[in-house]
């Protein structure tokens, strides 16, 4: 995800994020609706370790996208475990 810039004309530069090369050329003014041209401006590439620039991605993304879930996770399908006999007699009997 990176922040792309819009400049309005009377409320200043918008920030929006979008996937790397995904960006429009111009966006809607969350205030007064105007069409925005984009502002090109200087990268803000980290050096950091892959990881840990998807970590602070992530971090970022909590301040202004959290994640919301409707529902837990789905459960792993159910594996039947064969049971031993209880009683140790049983053991001997033929299986099918
Ligand atoms: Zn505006």
Redesign the pocket.
């Known amino acids: 995800m990176a922040t792309y810039q819009y400049r309005?004309?009377?409320?200043?530069i918008?920030e929006v994020g979008h996937p790397i090369g995904t960006a429009p050329a111009t966006a809607v003014?969350?205030?007064?609706?105007?069409d925005?041209p984009r502002a090109f401006t200087a990268l803000m590439l980290g050096f950091a370790s892959r990881p840990l620039m998807a970590a602070i991605d992530r971090a970022e993304a909590t301040s202004c996208e959290p994640a919301v879930v409707s529902a837990p996770p789905p459960r792993p399908a159910h594996r039947r475990t064969p049971m031993a006999p209880p009683n140790p007699a049983l053991r001997r009997l033929p299986r099918p």
Do not use: E, H, M, S
């Open positions: 309005c004309a009377r409320d200043g918008i003014c969350p205030t007064c609706a105007a925005l």
